[in-house]
Nanobody
Framework: QVQLVESGGGLVQAGGSLRLSCAAS????????MGWFRQVPGKEREFVAA????????YYADSVKGRFIISRDNAKSTVYLQMNSLKVEDTAVYYC????????????????WGQGTQVTVSS
């Protein structure tokens, strides 16, 4: 059983940056594809980015491509999401997830979820 704990959320002005972290424990981290998702009230949770265990394969939603960067440190069992040029519409609760493939994550098939961290972007 893998436990995921996110951190790094907060309040930032539009155009600013934040880095989210997701620390994994309780299991073997490296085989999993790791991803970030976000959800606003009244909407479905949406895929943001994913990264393969080797870190050579990364995937992004069109809405964040060119602004967000996902990375992972298998030695630290941690995945990161560097968010740059933030927009008001990026405001959401951000969740970390682990799954068996990037395709699974992109369609919301996630084996383990974190508890989420709030990101608020002000205008």
């Amino acid at each position: 059983q893998v436990q995921l704990v996110e951190s790094g959320g907060g309040l930032v002005q539009a155009g600013g940056s934040l880095r989210l972290s997701c620390a994994a424990s309780g299991g073997t981290f490296s085989p999993y594809v790791m991803g970030w998702f976000r959800q606003v009230p009244g909407k479905e949770r949406e895929f943001v980015a994913a990264i393969r265990w080797s870190a050579f394969g990364t995937y992004y939603a069109d809405s964040v491509k060119g602004r967000f960067i996902i990375s992972r440190d298998n030695a630290k069992s941690t995945v990161y999401l560097q968010m740059n040029s933030l927009k008001v519409e990026d405001t959401a609760v951000y969740y970390c997830g682990a799954g068996g493939s990037a395709r699974n994550l992109q369609v919301g098939i996630v084996d383990y979820w974190g508890q989420g961290t709030q990101v608020t972007v002000s205008s």
